[in-house]
Antibody, heavy 122, light 112 residues
Framework: QVQLQESGPGLVKPSQTLSLTCTVS??????????WSWIRQPAGKGLEWIGR???????NYNPSLKSRVTISVDTSKNQFSLKLSSVTAADTAVYYC??????????????WGQGTLVTVSS | QSVLTQPPSVSGAPGQRVTISCTGS?????????VHWYQQLPGTAPKLLIY???NRPSGVPDRFSGSKSGTSASLAITGLQAEDEADYYC????????????FGTGTKVTVL
Protein backbone atom coordinates (compact mmCIF):
# COMPACT_ATOMS: atom_id res chain seq x y z
CA GLN A 1 0.00 0.00 0.00
CA VAL A 2 1.51 3.28 -1.11
CA GLN A 3 1.64 6.03 1.50
CA LEU A 4 2.59 9.68 1.09
CA GLN A 5 3.62 12.07 3.85
CA GLU A 6 4.15 15.80 3.55
CA SER A 7 6.70 17.62 5.68
CA GLY A 8 7.99 21.15 6.00
CA PRO A 9 7.57 24.43 7.88
CA GLY A 10 4.04 25.29 8.94
CA LEU A 11 4.74 29.02 8.96
CA VAL A 12 6.37 31.05 6.20
CA LYS A 13 6.90 34.81 6.11
CA PRO A 14 5.49 36.89 3.26
CA SER A 15 7.81 37.23 0.24
CA GLN A 16 9.79 34.15 1.29
CA THR A 17 9.83 30.70 -0.33
CA LEU A 18 7.57 27.89 0.81
CA SER A 19 9.33 24.51 0.74
CA LEU A 20 7.65 21.14 1.26
CA THR A 21 8.75 17.54 0.79
CA CYS A 22 6.63 14.47 0.16
CA THR A 23 8.05 11.11 1.23
CA VAL A 24 6.68 8.07 -0.55
CA SER A 25 6.63 4.68 1.20
CA UNK A 26 5.30 1.27 0.25
CA UNK A 27 6.78 1.42 -3.22
CA UNK A 28 9.48 2.98 -5.33
CA UNK A 29 8.79 6.45 -6.67
CA UNK A 30 10.48 5.33 -9.90
CA UNK A 31 8.37 2.27 -10.59
CA UNK A 32 5.37 2.19 -12.85
CA UNK A 33 3.70 4.88 -14.94
CA UNK A 34 3.12 7.47 -12.28
CA UNK A 35 3.44 11.18 -11.95
CA TRP A 36 3.73 12.87 -8.58
CA SER A 37 1.73 15.99 -7.85
CA TRP A 38 1.04 18.84 -5.44
CA ILE A 39 -2.45 20.18 -4.74
CA ARG A 40 -3.55 22.81 -2.25
CA GLN A 41 -6.76 23.79 -0.49
CA PRO A 42 -7.32 27.10 1.34
CA ALA A 43 -9.47 26.78 4.43
CA GLY A 44 -13.12 26.32 3.53
CA LYS A 45 -12.38 26.42 -0.20
CA GLY A 46 -11.86 24.05 -3.09
CA LEU A 47 -8.88 22.17 -4.47
CA GLU A 48 -6.25 23.77 -6.69
CA TRP A 49 -3.74 21.76 -8.73
CA ILE A 50 -0.21 23.14 -8.43
CA GLY A 51 1.79 20.86 -10.67
CA ARG A 52 3.29 17.41 -11.27
CA UNK A 53 6.58 15.70 -12.00
CA UNK A 54 7.62 12.44 -13.62
CA UNK A 55 10.61 10.58 -12.29
CA UNK A 56 12.52 11.60 -15.42
CA UNK A 57 12.26 15.15 -14.12
CA UNK A 58 9.66 16.29 -16.63
CA UNK A 59 7.25 18.79 -15.07
CA ASN A 60 3.90 20.46 -15.74
CA TYR A 61 2.64 23.42 -13.75
CA ASN A 62 -0.61 25.29 -13.24
CA PRO A 63 -0.27 28.32 -15.55
CA SER A 64 -1.50 30.63 -12.78
CA LEU A 65 1.38 29.58 -10.50
CA LYS A 66 4.03 28.63 -13.03
CA SER A 67 6.24 31.66 -12.52
CA ARG A 68 6.63 30.88 -8.80
CA VAL A 69 6.63 27.05 -8.65
CA THR A 70 9.37 24.47 -8.85
CA ILE A 71 8.76 20.76 -8.33
CA SER A 72 11.71 18.39 -8.11
CA VAL A 73 12.27 14.71 -7.40
CA ASP A 74 14.95 12.79 -5.51
CA THR A 75 14.59 9.14 -6.45
CA SER A 76 17.39 8.07 -4.09
CA LYS A 77 15.31 9.29 -1.15
CA ASN A 78 11.93 8.34 -2.64
CA GLN A 79 10.85 11.96 -2.28
CA PHE A 80 9.58 14.84 -4.34
CA SER A 81 9.47 18.47 -3.34
CA LEU A 82 7.65 21.75 -3.87
CA LYS A 83 9.07 25.24 -3.80
CA LEU A 84 6.73 28.24 -4.09
CA SER A 85 8.43 31.61 -4.13
CA SER A 86 7.30 35.12 -3.20
CA VAL A 87 4.45 33.86 -1.06
CA THR A 88 1.60 36.03 0.21
CA ALA A 89 -1.30 35.40 2.57
CA ALA A 90 -3.23 34.05 -0.45
CA ASP A 91 -0.87 31.05 -0.44
CA THR A 92 -2.04 29.98 3.02
CA ALA A 93 -3.59 26.55 2.56
CA VAL A 94 -3.41 22.86 3.30
CA TYR A 95 -0.91 21.39 0.84
CA TYR A 96 -1.39 17.81 -0.33
CA CYS A 97 0.98 15.59 -2.25
CA UNK A 98 -0.58 12.89 -4.41
CA UNK A 99 0.30 10.10 -6.81
CA UNK A 100 -1.02 10.46 -10.35
CA UNK A 101 -1.95 7.22 -12.06
CA UNK A 102 -1.66 7.25 -15.84
CA UNK A 103 -3.87 4.62 -17.45
CA UNK A 104 -4.96 4.70 -21.08
CA UNK A 105 -4.52 8.46 -21.25
CA UNK A 106 -6.30 9.05 -17.96
CA UNK A 107 -4.52 11.09 -15.31
CA UNK A 108 -6.09 10.82 -11.87
CA UNK A 109 -4.97 11.16 -8.25
CA UNK A 110 -5.21 7.74 -6.65
CA UNK A 111 -3.19 8.16 -3.46
CA TRP A 112 -3.00 11.29 -1.31
CA GLY A 113 -0.97 12.42 1.67
CA GLN A 114 -2.80 13.59 4.77
CA GLY A 115 -2.00 17.21 4.00
CA THR A 116 0.00 19.85 5.82
CA LEU A 117 -1.16 23.34 6.74
CA VAL A 118 1.12 26.16 5.67
CA THR A 119 0.36 29.62 6.97
CA VAL A 120 1.92 32.73 5.42
CA SER A 121 2.26 35.40 8.07
CA SER A 122 4.86 37.72 9.51
CA GLN B 1 -11.73 30.43 -10.01
CA SER B 2 -12.52 26.93 -11.23
CA VAL B 3 -13.62 26.24 -14.79
CA LEU B 4 -15.75 23.30 -13.62
CA THR B 5 -18.98 24.32 -11.89
CA GLN B 6 -20.76 22.20 -9.29
CA PRO B 7 -23.80 23.00 -7.13
CA PRO B 8 -22.65 24.21 -3.70
CA SER B 9 -24.84 21.73 -1.88
CA VAL B 10 -27.25 18.83 -2.30
CA SER B 11 -29.13 16.93 0.35
CA GLY B 12 -31.23 13.83 0.73
CA ALA B 13 -32.72 11.49 3.25
CA PRO B 14 -31.13 8.14 4.01
CA GLY B 15 -31.87 5.67 1.24
CA GLN B 16 -32.58 8.33 -1.35
CA ARG B 17 -30.71 9.04 -4.58
CA VAL B 18 -28.82 12.28 -5.11
CA THR B 19 -26.90 13.53 -8.11
CA ILE B 20 -24.10 16.08 -8.40
CA SER B 21 -23.46 17.84 -11.68
CA CYS B 22 -20.11 19.06 -12.97
CA THR B 23 -20.46 21.56 -15.81
CA GLY B 24 -17.51 22.43 -17.99
CA SER B 25 -16.90 23.76 -21.48
CA UNK B 26 -15.42 23.01 -24.89
CA UNK B 27 -11.86 23.26 -23.54
CA UNK B 28 -12.26 20.56 -20.91
CA UNK B 29 -15.12 18.05 -20.59
CA UNK B 30 -16.56 19.03 -23.96
CA UNK B 31 -13.19 18.45 -25.61
CA UNK B 32 -13.39 14.80 -24.62
CA UNK B 33 -11.25 14.86 -21.50
CA UNK B 34 -12.32 12.37 -18.88
CA VAL B 35 -13.79 13.27 -15.50
CA HIS B 36 -12.78 11.88 -12.14
CA TRP B 37 -14.54 12.29 -8.79
CA TYR B 38 -13.21 12.57 -5.24
CA GLN B 39 -14.87 12.34 -1.82
CA GLN B 40 -13.49 14.47 1.01
CA LEU B 41 -14.75 13.56 4.47
CA PRO B 42 -14.48 16.33 7.08
CA GLY B 43 -10.90 16.98 8.13
CA THR B 44 -9.39 14.40 5.79
CA ALA B 45 -7.65 14.24 2.43
CA PRO B 46 -9.68 13.65 -0.72
CA LYS B 47 -10.20 10.04 -1.79
CA LEU B 48 -10.60 8.80 -5.36
CA LEU B 49 -14.21 7.76 -5.92
CA ILE B 50 -14.64 7.48 -9.72
CA TYR B 51 -12.03 7.57 -12.50
CA UNK B 52 -12.45 7.74 -16.24
CA UNK B 53 -16.03 9.05 -16.00
CA UNK B 54 -17.59 5.87 -14.66
CA ASN B 55 -15.03 3.46 -13.21
CA ARG B 56 -14.92 2.65 -9.50
CA PRO B 57 -11.61 1.82 -7.81
CA SER B 58 -11.52 -1.35 -5.75
CA GLY B 59 -13.32 -0.86 -2.45
CA VAL B 60 -15.70 1.89 -3.56
CA PRO B 61 -19.32 0.78 -3.10
CA ASP B 62 -21.43 0.39 -6.22
CA ARG B 63 -23.83 2.95 -4.74
CA PHE B 64 -21.55 5.49 -6.40
CA SER B 65 -21.74 5.87 -10.17
CA GLY B 66 -20.54 8.39 -12.70
CA SER B 67 -21.48 9.47 -16.19
CA LYS B 68 -20.48 12.06 -18.77
CA SER B 69 -22.33 13.71 -21.64
CA GLY B 70 -21.34 16.68 -23.74
CA THR B 71 -19.80 19.38 -21.59
CA SER B 72 -21.04 17.92 -18.28
CA ALA B 73 -20.57 14.98 -15.97
CA SER B 74 -22.58 13.64 -13.07
CA LEU B 75 -22.00 11.66 -9.90
CA ALA B 76 -24.94 9.70 -8.50
CA ILE B 77 -25.22 8.28 -5.02
CA THR B 78 -28.02 5.74 -4.57
CA GLY B 79 -29.16 4.42 -1.21
CA LEU B 80 -27.71 7.47 0.54
CA GLN B 81 -26.06 6.70 3.89
CA ALA B 82 -25.01 8.91 6.79
CA GLU B 83 -21.35 8.13 6.05
CA ASP B 84 -21.73 9.70 2.59
CA GLU B 85 -21.95 13.17 4.13
CA ALA B 86 -18.89 14.85 2.68
CA ASP B 87 -17.59 17.24 0.04
CA TYR B 88 -17.35 15.94 -3.51
CA TYR B 89 -15.11 17.29 -6.28
CA CYS B 90 -14.93 16.57 -9.98
CA UNK B 91 -11.60 16.83 -11.83
CA UNK B 92 -10.65 16.97 -15.49
CA UNK B 93 -8.08 18.54 -17.81
CA UNK B 94 -8.41 21.96 -19.42
CA UNK B 95 -6.57 22.68 -22.65
CA UNK B 96 -6.91 26.45 -22.59
CA UNK B 97 -3.78 28.56 -22.00
CA UNK B 98 -0.97 26.06 -21.42
CA UNK B 99 -3.18 23.27 -20.14
CA UNK B 100 -3.88 22.32 -16.57
CA UNK B 101 -5.59 19.78 -14.39
CA UNK B 102 -8.69 21.46 -12.97
CA PHE B 103 -11.05 20.70 -10.11
CA GLY B 104 -14.71 21.52 -9.74
CA THR B 105 -15.97 24.04 -7.22
CA GLY B 106 -17.06 21.27 -4.88
CA THR B 107 -20.43 20.08 -3.56
CA LYS B 108 -21.38 19.48 0.06
CA VAL B 109 -23.67 16.47 0.43
CA THR B 110 -25.86 16.55 3.52
CA VAL B 111 -27.75 13.50 4.75
CA LEU B 112 -30.95 14.71 6.35
Amino acid sequence: QVQLQESGPGLVKPSQTLSLTCTVSGGSISSGSYYWSWIRQPAGKGLEWIGRIYTSGSTNYNPSLKSRVTISVDTSKNQFSLKLSSVTAADTAVYYCARVSVVAGLYYFDYWGQGTLVTVSS
Amino acid sequence: QSVLTQPPSVSGAPGQRVTISCTGSSSNIGAGYDVHWYQQLPGTAPKLLIYGNSNRPSGVPDRFSGSKSGTSASLAITGLQAEDEADYYCQSYDSSLSGSEVFGTGTKVTVL
